[in-house]
């Protein structure tokens, strides 16, 4: 397995779809590969990072004009 | 794995009934769909467009959209899919033309390789590992500041993607379902912004990490 391989398949790898043979091989290349190690735990990191940043709340001003439209069109 | 809010069993009856007494302009059924629905489609809004004032519009768009369309829905899974399909595209459109020009174009970001398929770049770059970093320290401070504007360079549809499977915790396919695209394509497009977004991030980050 290659490094471009291995970034190839990240995601797959991550959500554990990949057939046991192919995490054996991802894992021999890691094993030797200090790049795509780096690259791995960047990638997983960016992943739940991305995920907590994207987790916004709704202001309260935002919901109460909201509301205000919605019963001033509705009904 | 993600958990598929979409695939909830079919529409109970007090859905049904929350969704007409809405249409009738019922106060505490509007309050319930908001309950429900709002912090999703915000989030999502505000994924897509990066601007609170962009998100208000479309979040008043597409609740207006469900209160008047009220019972037409066939079942619960149609509702939650239904909102995640028009907010996108209502977000979508409204980007459209608005396109910063902070975009960077993608293949700039992704990792390149050598004819032998290993990666090829400053060493310092590749082996650069800032994973180790709390989350804490990661999303406060400058450390935000760059992640936000990592996250601003995507392009709108790639952020789509990224807030559907990753925030909102679909499934690929539920993904593919509501952009209209094939599961494959969800893969590449989501696998492609995470790629870049790691790639800016390593560049901001990365020299400090070592
Ligand atoms: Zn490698």
Same mark, same amino acid.
């Given at each position: 397995?290659?490094?471009?391989?291995?970034?190839?398949?990240?995601?797959?790898?991550?959500?554990?779809?990949?057939?046991?043979?192919?995490?054996?091989?991802?894992?021999?290349?890691?094993?030797?590969?200090?790049?795509?190690?780096?690259?791995?735990?960047?990638?997983?990191?960016?992943?739940?990072?991305?995920?907590?940043?994207?987790?916004?709340?709704?202001?309260?001003?935002?919901?109460?004009?909201?509301?205000?439209?919605?019963?001033?069109?509705?009904? | 794995?993600?958990?598929?809010?979409?695939?909830?069993?079919?529409?109970?009856?007090?859905?049904? %009934?929350?969704?007409?007494? =809405?249409?009738?302009?019922?106060? #505490?059924?509007?309050?319930? !769909?908001?309950?429900?629905? @709002?912090? /999703?489609?915000?989030?999502?809004?505000?994924?897509?467009?990066?601007?609170?004032?962009?998100?208000?519009?479309?979040?008043?768009?597409?609740?207006?959209?469900?209160?008047?369309?009220?019972?037409?829905?066939?079942?619960?899974?149609?509702?939650?899919?239904?909102?995640?399909?028009?907010?996108?595209?209502?977000?979508?459109?409204?980007?459209?033309?608005?396109?910063?020009?902070?975009?960077?174009?993608?293949?700039?970001? %992704?990792?390149?390789?050598? =004819?032998?398929?290993?990666?090829? #770049?400053?060493?310092?770059? !590749?082996?650069?590992?800032? @994973?180790? /970093?709390?989350?804490?320290?990661?999303?406060?401070?400058?450390?935000?500041?760059?992640?936000?504007?990592?996250?601003?360079?995507?392009?709108?549809?790639?952020?789509?993607?990224?807030?559907?499977?990753?925030?909102?915790?679909?499934?690929?396919?539920?993904?593919?379902?509501?952009?209209?695209?094939?599961?494959?394509?969800?893969?590449?497009?989501?696998?492609?912004?995470?790629?870049?977004?790691?790639?800016?991030?390593?560049?901001?980050?990365?020299?400090?990490?070592?």
């Amino acid at each position: 397995m290659t490094c471009r391989d291995l970034i190839d398949v990240l995601d797959d790898y991550l959500d554990g779809r990949l057939e046991r043979d192919e995490v054996a091989a991802l894992e021999r290349h890691l094993a030797e590969c200090e790049a795509c190690r780096a690259y791995l735990a960047t990638y997983r990191k960016t992943r739940s990072l991305g995920a907590r940043a994207g987790r916004v709340e709704m202001p309260d001003e935002m919901k109460t004009r909201l509301r205000r439209f919605l019963r001033e069109r509705v009904g | 794995m993600p958990h598929g809010v979409i695939d909830s069993p079919a529409m109970t009856s007090d859905e049904q %009934l929350l969704l007409s007494r =809405a249409a009738a302009g019922d106060a #505490g059924a509007l309050e319930g !769909l908001m309950g429900r629905y @709002s912090a /999703r489609v915000y989030r999502l809004a505000y994924g897509i467009t990066r601007n609170q004032a962009d998100a208000e519009e479309i979040v008043q768009d597409v609740f207006l959209q469900l209160v008047l369309k009220g019972a037409g829905f066939e079942g619960r899974s149609a509702v939650g899919s239904w909102i995640y399909r028009v907010t996108t595209n209502v977000a979508l459109n409204k980007r459209r033309g608005k396109r910063r020009e902070v975009e960077t174009p993608l293949d700039d970001c %992704l990792p390149t390789f050598k =004819a032998d398929g290993h990666r090829e #770049g400053p060493r310092a770059l !590749l082996v650069a590992d800032w @994973s180790q /970093r709390p989350d804490a320290e990661l999303l406060s401070g400058e450390a935000r500041q760059i992640l936000d504007e990592a996250i601003d360079r995507l392009p709108e549809h790639y952020r789509a993607v990224l807030i559907l499977r990753d925030v909102e915790e679909l499934s690929n396919e539920e993904v593919a379902d509501i952009v209209g695209d094939s599961v494959s394509a969800v893969k590449t497009r989501l696998h492609r912004a995470r790629m870049a977004l790691r790639e800016l991030l390593t560049r901001r980050l990365g020299a400090e990490a070592r």
